[in-house]
């Protein structure tokens, strides 16, 4: 049993806190939110995070998961300080790392015996060392500490299962002591350990975000032309798949990525290379391709029911990905306020993000389910790809929509199942507009 504190109960935090008492250490999870903690101490979770009240109510009743706002208390008998801050986008792009600094600090200050501070934060390359600069330059004593860099790959939604079951763990560090004992403590997650330098760590972690965005702009730019050629990117995506170079994953075709992570970690990498006076070409058009989905989806919309002013429009889910109410980033956000500018009345639907959205979206009304929001609509969009949308009663929902129209931004529905059903259906990157007939027809006809 090792006793670790973990500072930042977010996203990542709470679940590095909670994932780590479950595995039987000590965790003290802190935060300078005093709301959140004493949230947490009466069980209230800050975050939905799938399966994570119940593992923190488990380990808080065991005794081995506490929680405090207080740097002396996190840290006293602590071995492990793991910084799981946050590090949004700056002005230009740059990660604004003031939240890990503060940390850095705060554990210099506080900490009476030798610690070992973990980065999981996702951090720019060179930030190791800056962290152990203002350790150094912060500690009222000389005490011997190490900073290791040990990125989080969890993604929201899977949040739990991505910490136990990780498909590898890296760590970077300059001292070979304190990453061998930080690769022991990953040990019960049974899973491949890296251990290489600080910075390389560091890039692993924005090259693999990077990679996967890519690939996000890869397929949404394969379904525009899918879309010009009369090919279903749907069945291009599986038939790619297959292929174990190339993999399923990340290659499904919609409104682009968003959350907390992608824009700004690709951003934050584009912005490193400029600084050194390089041009990412690839990640300036992967960002490109990405923030043109949304002003796409409304100019589509607009061809399918002209005119936007007066006109019901219903949002299905707001969250920025489904299982979660992260709603950074969330292409709801944009496509909402864009419907309302041009005059559409906008209401939406969301299983679990509508509290978090609220005071970011207050012209959009808010309703308790999807045939509410369906009743007297002149428009659906499918926003986020929640399974209760893909289970719907489409009969009921067409029968209450003032016209049957519905734009799948996420292509969770069959698009001749939708026109059998009497929907004016668009997907994205379907084909002759999911039309497979049209598209059977068209070939008879140039064959003739
Ligand atoms: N969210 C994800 O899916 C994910 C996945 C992998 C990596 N990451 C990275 O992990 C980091 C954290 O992300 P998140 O989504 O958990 O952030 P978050 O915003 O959900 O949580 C950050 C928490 O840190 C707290 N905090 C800020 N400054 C503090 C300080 N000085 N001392 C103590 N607490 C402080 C905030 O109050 C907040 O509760 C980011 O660098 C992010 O890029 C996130």
Request: hydrophobic fraction near 40%.
């Amino acid at each position: 049993m090792k006793q670790i504190c973990v500072v930042g109960v977010g996203y990542v935090g709470l679940v590095t806190a909670a994932c780590f008492s479950d595995l039987g250490n000590r965790v003290i999870a802190l935060d300078i939110n005093e709301d959140r903690i004493e949230g947490l101490k009466r069980g209230v979770m800050p975050i939905y995070e799938p399966g994570l009240k119940e593992m923190v109510d488990r380990n808080k009743r065991a005794g081995r998961l506490s929680f405090t706002t207080k740097y002396a208390d996190a840290l006293n008998g602590t071995e492990f300080a793991f910084i799981a801050v946050g590090t949004p986008s700056g002005v230009d792009g740059e990660a604004d790392l003031q939240y890990v600094a503060s940390a850095a600090q705060a554990i210099a200050e506080n900490m009476r015996e030798p610690v070992i501070i973990i980065n999981k934060s996702t951090v720019p390359v060179g930030t190791g060392d800056w962290v152990a600069d203002i350790v150094r330059s912060h500690q009222t004593e000389p005490i011997p500490f190490a900073v290791v860099s040990c990125p989080e790959f969890l993604r929201e939604g899977s949040a739990i299962s991505d910490f136990m079951q990780p498909h590898r763990t890296v760590l970077g560090s300059l001292d070979p002591e304190a990453a061998e004992k930080v690769a022991q403590l990953h040990l019960a997650l049974r899973a491949p350990i890296v251990i290489t330098d600080l910075r390389t760590a560091e890039m692993i972690k924005y090259a693999s975000n990077a990679f996967l965005a890519t690939k996000i702009s890869f397929i949404n730019e394969i379904a525009n032309i899918c879309e010009e050629l009369g090919a279903d990117v749907k069945e291009v995506a599986i038939g790619m798949g297959y292929d174990k170079r190339i993999g399923p994953q990340f290659l499904d075709a919609g409104l682009g990525y968003g959350g907390s992570c992608f824009p700004k970690d690709v951003k934050a990498l584009a912005y490193m290379a400029a600084e050194k006076g390089r041009h990412p070409q690839l990640l300036h058009a992967v960002m490109e391709i990405n923030n043109d989905r949304r002003p796409m989806i409304v100019s589509r919309l607009k061809e399918m029911i002209g005119d936007l002013r007066g006109k019901k429009i219903g949002l299905l889910g707001l969250s920025f990905k489904p299982n979660t109410d992260d709603m950074r980033e969330a292409p709801s956000v944009d496509i909402a306020q864009s419907l309302i500018a041009q005059g559409a009345e906008v209401r939406a639907y969301d299983p679990v993000a509508m509290e978090v959205a609220r005071p970011l979206l207050p012209n959009v009304e808010m309703v308790t389910d999807a045939y509410t929001l369906a009743d007297d609509s002149d428009a659906l969009i499918v926003v986020t790809e929640w399974n209760e949308f893909k289970q719907l009663d489409l009969d009921r929902v067409r029968d209450c929509m003032k016209q049957p129209v519905l734009f799948d931004g996420r292509n969770i529905y069959d698009p001749a199942l939708m026109k059998s059903l009497g929907f004016t259906y668009r997907g994205l990157g379907r084909g002759y507009n999911g039309s497979k007939s049209d598209l059977i027809t068209g070939m008879t006809k140039a064959a003739v």
